[in-house]
């Protein structure tokens, strides 16, 4: 059988019925805008805010912001329609394999791994960053070396502990943990935009486009790929940063695709996903705009604390007391970031196990809380090493590519689909087919590219470990290839 062989809709929908992989079905509308409000709102705006201005573009970071947003809402709305086509756990993975075939599903699965486990454990290091801020201004100090930025980074580590609890617990139990955290978040990310007003001084977005600036920070592999390309001189700043800013915060966003992970546990997916994608996308937007305009007017750009912006601009204004409540918020705001992250992966992965491209034990569903707790335990393993070990801001970009190489398939694949299953109803369709996914697919090849050299060489590493893996195990035992599927699918080969 080819490696373009499809796995038809229909198929996707039966084995989400099977009693062996049935998940509890138990989430709304609400519950999915809450998710998606509760993923993207955390690190753009409480850590790489003040990292992406400080270093990269200035006050027009918030162009960027806006740049790597319509990349997001123009892949928003593909993923909206499989979402509302295929309502099957496992997002971009299960899209693609209905549409572009096995080994391009394989690869986006791969791809969603390395997105969401890195992006739990940057984030996870964020709100360890936060924590160290908060209990400081309480007058409580953890040690440097158990602490954001030590040997061992121990807090974020007893984070990914319990929220892997929570979530092997029940879906259900930790949309409302989720909700009231979302809560507390979009209250504290209100009282920066409101108090935070009164402290801008419009000097500081002078000039809002610092002029481009040599550095040595961004030749040999550190440079963007563009740059290396074309032999641009290496600079920051400038038109060049902001879109190479929009690269970086596009991480900011990663997390309305993951409402798309949980298609198997939403009471209408039909017609919530699409709601769910897409509203907590635009909410997230004008959040996030609103918060970079004030914060770097409140402190010039080239002062802002990248490790904690928010907190410190209330600071530097002898406002210690909101410092602390922004810190407080920060903590509550990223947990449910963490928690969302984790639940994105162990669905995708619980989508692959269900397919035999990962060994079949890993779906395995919990006999009473109807959540697949072995992937759970795996990914909450991975993770907590991952956030614990590993140094701090080497793993944004990775993420970013991750997410990007996704979001350019699934715009592809809204095309193909529409071509080979037109018959598929459809409660969402993408307007102007194929113009919208192509720009979608462009628009994230060209973030894509202002990342890194190295992250590159990375990213293309990881994927070489994902075809070993897939030739060597994952061809081989895939229920397409064995014929354990039901009778009755319908399988389509490629060329």
């Known amino acids: 059988m080819s490696i373009l062989r499809t796995k038809s809709i229909e198929q996707s929908l039966a084995d989400a019925d099977e009693p062996e992989f049935k998940l509890k ?40 912001f806006v740049v790597a947003a319509v990349c997001c809402a123009l892949a928003a709305v593909c993923y909206a329609e499989f979402a509302s086509t295929v309502p099957v756990s496992g997002s971009a993975y299960t899209f693609s394999y209905a549409s572009l075939g096995e080994i391009v599903a394989w690869i986006i699965g791969w791809d969603l791994l390395l997105e969401l486990v890195l992006g739990a454990s940057v984030v996870a290091q964020g709100w360890s960053s936060y924590l160290g801020v908060f209990l400081d201004n309480l007058g409580i100090h953890i040690p440097e070396a158990i602490g954001y930025g030590g040997d061992v980074d121990l807090m974020a580590m007893l984070l990914v502990v319990a929220l892997g609890v929570l979530i092997t617990i029940g879906i259900k139990e930790s949309m409302r943990v989720n909700m009231v955290l979302v809560g507390v978040k979009v209250f504290i990310v209100l009282f920066v935009i409101v108090a935070g007003i009164g ?4 000097a500081n977005y002078h000039p809002f486009v610092p002029p481009a600036a040599h550095t040595d920070a961004t030749t040999g592999l550190t440079q963007p790929l563009i740059q290396a390309a074309f032999g641009l001189t290496p600079s920051t700043f400038g038109v060049g940063g ?19 992970t949980t298609a198997e546990e939403t009471r209408n997916p039909q017609r919530d996903l699409p709601r769910g994608i897409i509203g907590s996308l635009a909410i997230c937007t004008v959040l996030y705009c609103a918060v970079t305009l004030v914060v770097t007017g409140m402190v010039s750009y080239d002062k802002l604390d990248p490790a904690a912006a928010l907190a410190s601009a209330f600071e530097a204004h002898g406002q210690k007391w909101m410092a602390t409540l922004i810190a407080a918020g920060a903590v509550a705001g990223l947990t449910t970031v963490v928690l969302t992250l984790l639940i994105g992966s162990t669905r995708v992965v619980f989508a692959m196990g269900r397919d035999h491209l990962l060994p079949p034990v890993v779906a395995r569903v919990h006999p009473r809380f109807r959540t697949p707790y072995v992937i759970t335990i795996v990914v909450s393993v991975v993770t907590l090493l991952v956030a614990g ?40 369709r993408v307007p102007w087919v194929p113009v919208l996914p192509i720009i979608s697919a462009l628009v994230g090849l060209y973030l894509m590219v202002n990342l890194s050299v190295e992250t590159w060489l990375r990213f293309l590493i990881w994927l070489v470990i994902g075809f070993v893996v897939y030739f060597g195990y994952s061809r081989r035992h895939s229920r397409l290839e064995t014929g354990e599927a039901e009778q009755g699918e319908r399988v389509t080969t490629g060329a």
């Not at 989430?27 to 409000?37: N, S």
């Open 199 to 202: 402290f801008i001084d419009s």
């Open 242 to 260: 902001i879109f190479a800013g929009a690269a970086l915060v596009f991480f900011a966003f990663i997390g309305f695709d993951v409402v798309a």
């Open 389 to 428: 070990l590993t140094p701090v801001g080497v793993l944004e970009e990775m993420v970013n590519i991750g997410t990007l190489s996704a979001f350019v398939l699934v715009s592809i694949g809204v095309i193909v689909l529409r071509r080979t299953r037109p018959d598929l109803p459809r409660a969402f």
């Open 25 to 64: 079905r138990s989430l709304g509308a609400l519950d999915l805008v809450v998710f998606g409000v509760g993923v993207v709102i955390g690190a753009g705006i409480f850590t790489l805010t003040g990292r992406a201005a400080h270093a990269v573009a200035g006050p027009s970071i918030v162009i960027s």
